[in-house]
C-alpha cells in the first residue's frame, strides 16, 4: 500500500522546530517559576511543602496527636497532590523538620532525620512524622473559605491555592530554590522581630525599610553564629532584595592548666556540615597552612563542639582565629535574593517591606473571607433559630401536624404563623423573615423534623433564645468589621500579638539565637610569622628525595639513602626558612621548610610537592636569602642577574624566569656575594673569561645577555668573584687553587676568552 494511503496521525502537526521547541520550553520555564522552584510571598511556601502540610492536616496528623510513618504521608502526597518522586517529596519533608536547616520546624519528626554533620535521614519506611503547632498555624482557617481551592493533578480532589498562613513563614524560615533563569535565596529571620515589623507596618504604612531595621535585626540562623556584616551593608541589602551578610563562628577561649588554652566552638555557619569543616581545619593542620594550630577534635554531642588547640600557649587567640576565618569555612557569606511569587503568580525581587506587605495584605483577604463565611454560617443558624422558636411557642401544634398528618412537612410549611412569629421576634432587632408571610421556611422545617424529643424543655427555649441573641451580636460585630478598614487591621494586629505569645520571643526556641558583632578584622600575618623557629638541616638526594631533619647535624656525616640513590644536597636552615629549586626549563619553584617531611624516615620526592615534570632536571636546590641577587645563565651562554626576591614562586607551578629554547637549558645558577664585581665563565671548550660584573644586567625576567662566544659546545660553569681576591677553584685533588694574576682572561664581555689555567678541573666546574 502507497503511504499516501495511510491517513496522517491526529497528534502530528507541522511547525517550525524553532518555534516548537520555544514555545515548549517556555511553558517549562513558567512551570517551573511558578509551581517548583519560587516561593509565595504569603505563606512562605513552595508547592511540594504545600502539599505535605496539607496531606498530614488531611491526615489528622495534628501536634498533639499520634505520629504516622513517613512512607504513608509521602505515598499520600505522590498519589493525591504531588505527581513528582517519592524520594524528592520525602527529603522536602525531612527538611522541614530539620531544626538545624529550618528556624521553625513545620514537621516534628521521629527517628532519624538527618544530622548537621551531613548524615542522610533514614528511608522513609523507619521514621514517623506529624506536624508541629507552627504548621497548623499556617492552616488556621482553610475550613472556612480563607483562600482558593483547585483541582489536584487529576481532577478527583481539590487542594489549596496558598495557606492562610498566621505567621510570615517566608521569612521566618527562609527558602531557596533555581528556578529557569531567576533564583531565590532567603535566609530565615526572628518570627518575634518580624510581628513587631508587622505591627508598625500596620500603624504606619508608609514606613520605610531603614524603620523596619529597628525591629528586624537581621538574619536568625536556627544554627546561631555571629554576623558581622556592617549595618549599611544590611540596611541596602534589605532594600533592594540582593547583598549577603558574613557569618562567623561563634567561639570561647577556655582555660587549661599551667597557663594553657584552647578554642571551643559553639555555633558553626548555617549550612556548613560539621564534618567537612573538620575535615577542611584536618587539611590546614596536615598542609602546614596554619602552622599555630596544632590540633582539631570533635567533642560534640547534642551541642556544637570543636576543639582547636594551639600550637603553643604565646599564641594570640585573635590571630590563629582570624586566619581560620580567612581559610575555612568558619567564616561563610549567605547570599540574598528575595525573589518570590507575588500572589502567586508574578516573580519579583522585593524589599524587606514589599515582602511583609505581600503578607499582611493576605492576612486582610484572610480576615474578609472568613468574616463572610462566619456571617454566612450564622445567617444560617439564626433561620434555624427562628423556626425552634416558633416551634416552641406553637408547640402543641407542631406535635399534633407531625403526629396526625400524613406528610408533616409540607403540613408545617403550608401553616401560617405569622401571629406567634411576631411575638417571638419582638424582643430582636434582626431577624431572617420565613420566605412566606407566617411561613416556614424548607430549612426550618428540616430542623423541626430533626429535633430531639428531649430538647422539647422550657430550659432549652431559654437557651435558643440566649444563643440567636449572641449570634446576633457577633452579626453586627462582623458586619462593622466587613465595612471599615480600621476595624480590619486592629483585629489583624490582635492576631499578631497572639501570634507572637506562641511563638514569640517567651515561647520555647523564640529567643533571637544568631548575634551581631563587628568585624574585628584581623591583618594578614605572613606565614613565617606563625611558624615556630627551629633549626633543621635539609637533606635532598640525587633521585630528589627531601627531608627536614632536626637541629643542626654534622654535614659530613654519612646519611641513608635509598637503594641505588645518594645524596646531593645538604644544608643548615631553620623552619621560618624558604628553599628554593632552580630547574632545567629556567623555572623556579618554592618550597617552605615548615612543610618539609620529617627527616625520621628518607624523605619525599620534589615532584610530589612542585608541579616539577619528570624531564626537567633540577639544576640547583639551595636556601633563599632575602635581598640576594642570583646570577643565571643558559648552556648557549646567555645570562644575567636577578634578584633573589623576584624568583619565589606562590604556586606549585613555579616561575619562570630564564627563557630559552629548545634544547638550550638552565646550566648556572649562583648567588651573588656582596662585593663582588667581577664574573667568570668557562665553556666546554675550557677557555676561561673574565669580565667585569657591571656588565651584566640586572632583570627580572629574560633570555639575558650573552657571557661568551663559542664556536662548539657552550657554557660550562659560570661565577661571580671579588678582582682583587683572584679567582679560586678546586683542582682534581681537592686542593684549593687561585690564580690572583687574571689580566691573561680579563677582556670583553661576550669573548672567546683563552684557555683556562694549568690545574684548572677538568669537569671545566668551578666547584
Avoid at 16 to 31: D, E, F, N, V
Avoid at 52 to 81: H, W
Avoid at 129 to 139: G, H, I, K, V, Y
Avoid at 720 to 747: C, V
Wanted: with cysteine.
Amino acid at each position: 500500500m502507497d503511504e499516501q494511503d495511510h491517513p496522517q496521525d491526529q497528534r502530528q502537526s507541522a511547525e517550525p522546530l524553532a518555534r516548537a521547541i520555544g514555545t515548549r520550553y517556555l511553558q517549562y520555564a513558567l512551570s517551573t517559576i511558578m509551581h517548583r522552584a519560587l516561593p509565595d510571598a504569603r505563606d512562605g511556601l513552595k508547592p511540594v511543602h504545600r502539599r505535605i502540610l496539607y496531606a498530614m492536616r488531611e491526615l489528622r496528623l495534628a501536634s498533639n496527636g499520634g505520629f504516622r510513618k513517613s512512607a504513608k504521608i509521602s505515598g499520600d502526597v505522590m498519589g493525591n497532590y504531588h505527581p513528582h518522586g517519592d524520594s524528592a517529596i520525602y527529603d522536602a519533608m525531612a527538611r522541614l523538620a530539620q531544626d538545624f536547616v529550618i528556624r521553625y520546624p513545620l514537621v516534628d519528626g521521629q527517628g532519624n532525620f538527618g544530622n548537621i554533620d551531613g548524615d542522610n535521614p533514614a528511608a522513609s519506611r523507619y521514621t514517623e512524622a506529624r506536624m508541629t503547632a507552627m504548621a497548623e498555624a499556617l492552616m488556621e482557617g482553610l475550613d472556612e473559605d480563607a483562600v482558593d481551592f483547585r483541582d489536584n493533578y487529576d481532577g478527583t480532589l481539590r487542594e489549596p491555592e496558598v495557606l492562610p498562613a498566621a505567621v510570615p513563614n517566608l521569612l521566618a524560615n527562609g527558602s531557596s530554590g533555581i528556578a529557569v533563569g531567576m533564583a531565590t535565596n532567603i535566609p530565615p529571620h526572628n518570627l518575634d522581630e518580624l510581628l513587631r515589623a508587622c505591627e508598625h507596618l500596620i500603624k504606619a504604612p508608609d514606613a520605610r525599610d531603614d524603620t523596619l531595621l529597628n525591629f528586624v535585626r537581621g538574619p536568625d540562623f536556627p544554627t546561631g553564629g555571629i554576623i558581622v556584616e556592617p549595618p549599611e551593608s544590611m540596611a541596602e541589602t534589605y532594600r533592594t532584595g540582593r547583598g549577603a551578610f558574613r557569618l562567623r563562628a561563634k567561639w570561647e577561649v577556655e582555660e587549661l592548666s599551667r597557663g594553657t588554652w584552647q578554642i571551643v566552638v559553639t555555633e558553626i555557619p548555617y549550612q556548613v556540615q560539621k564534618s567537612k569543616l573538620i575535615e577542611k581545619l584536618a587539611e590546614l593542620i596536615q598542609t602546614k597552612k596554619v602552622p599555630i594550630l596544632a590540633d582539631v577534635r570533635d567533642e560534640s554531642a547534642d551541642d556544637i563542639r570543636i576543639v582547636l588547640e594551639p600550637r603553643a600557649k604565646t599564641v594570640d587567640a585573635d590571630v590563629l582565629m582570624g586566619t581560620l576565618f580567612r581559610q575555612s569555612d568558619l567564616e561563610t557569606r549567605f547570599s540574598l535574593n528575595m525573589n518570590v511569587l507575588i500572589d502567586g503568580r508574578t516573580p519579583k525581587v522585593c524589599s524587606l517591606k514589599e515582602v511583609l506587605r505581600a503578607f499582611l495584605d493576605h492576612r486582610r483577604d484572610v480576615l474578609l473571607r472568613r468574616s463572610r463565611h462566619r456571617l454566612e454560617k450564622i445567617d444560617h443558624r439564626l433561620e434555624v433559630l427562628e423556626g425552634f422558636i416558633i416551634a416552641f411557642l406553637n408547640l402543641d401544634r407542631v406535635i399534633d401536624i407531625i403526629r396526625y398528618d400524613d406528610d408533616p412537612k409540607p403540613a408545617l410549611m403550608r401553616e401560617d404563623w405569622s401571629r406567634d412569629f411576631t411575638r417571638a421576634t419582638s424582643e430582636a432587632d434582626y431577624v431572617t423573615p420565613p420566605p412566606g408571610e407566617g411561613e416556614l421556611s424548607e430549612v426550618q422545617t428540616d430542623a423541626i423534623l430533626n429535633m430531639r424529643l428531649r430538647s422539647l424543655r422550657r430550659l432549652e427555649e431559654m437557651e435558643l433564645i440566649r444563643e440567636r441573641d449572641a449570634l446576633m451580636e457577633e452579626r453586627a460585630g462582623l458586619e462593622d468589621l466587613l465595612a471599615e478598614d480600621g476595624l480590619q487591621w486592629a483585629r489583624i494586629t490582635e492576631e499578631l500579638r497572639e501570634t507572637r505569645k506562641r511563638f514569640g520571643a517567651s515561647a520555647p526556641n523564640g529567643a533571637r539565637l544568631t548575634e551581631f558583632a563587628e568585624a574585628g578584622e584581623v591583618e594578614d600575618v605572613p606565614l613565617e610569622a606563625m611558624i615556630a623557629r627551629e633549626p633543621i638541616t635539609v637533606v635532598c638526594s640525587k633521585m630528589g628525595w627531601i627531608r627536614a631533619m632536626k637541629g643542626h647535624t654534622d654535614l659530613s656525616a654519612d646519611l641513608k639513602f635509598r637503594d641505588g640513590d645518594e645524596g646531593r644536597f645538604i644544608f643548615h636552615a631553620e623552619t621560618t626558612d624558604k628553599i628554593l629549586i632552580f630547574g632545567s626549563t629556567g623555572r623556579f619553584y618554592t618550597l617552605s621548610a615548615a612543610n618539609l617531611p620529617g627527616g625520621r624516615g628518607l624523605g619525599e620526592p620534589i615532584r610530589l610537592m612542585v608541579d616539577l615534570p619528570n624531564e626537567v632536571e633540577i639544576v640547583t636546590l639551595f636556601l633563599h636569602r632575602p635581598g640576594g641577587k642570583l646570577l643565571l645563565a643558559s648552556g648557549a651562554g646567555d645570562g644575567f642577574v636577578v634578584p633573589e626576591d623576584d624568583v619565589i614562586a606562590q604556586t606549585r607551578s613555579g616561575k619562570q624566569v630564564l627563557n630559552m629554547r629548545a634544547p638550550t637549558t638552565a646550566q648556572v645558577c649562583r648567588p651573588v656575594a656582596a662585593g663582588d664585581d667581577a664574573v667568570a665563565v668557562v665553556g666546554e671548550n675550557r677557555k676561561l673569561l673574565v669580565f667585569p660584573l657591571d656588565d651584566l644586567p640586572e632583570m627580572g625576567r629574560g633570555k639575558g645577555v650573552r657571557l661568551q662566544k663559542y664556536k662548539d659546545g657552550g657554557l660550562a660553569d659560570a661565577r661571580t668573584f671579588r678582582l682583587a681576591d683572584g679567582l679560586t677553584w678546586l683542582d682534581p685533588a681537592g686542593r684549593t687553587r687561585t690564580e690572583a694574576a687574571l689580566e691573561e682572561w680579563t677582556a670583553k664581555r661576550a669573548s672567546a676568552g683563552r684557555m683556562a689555567p694549568r690545574g684548572f678541573p677538568r669537569d671545566n666546574r668551578f666547584t
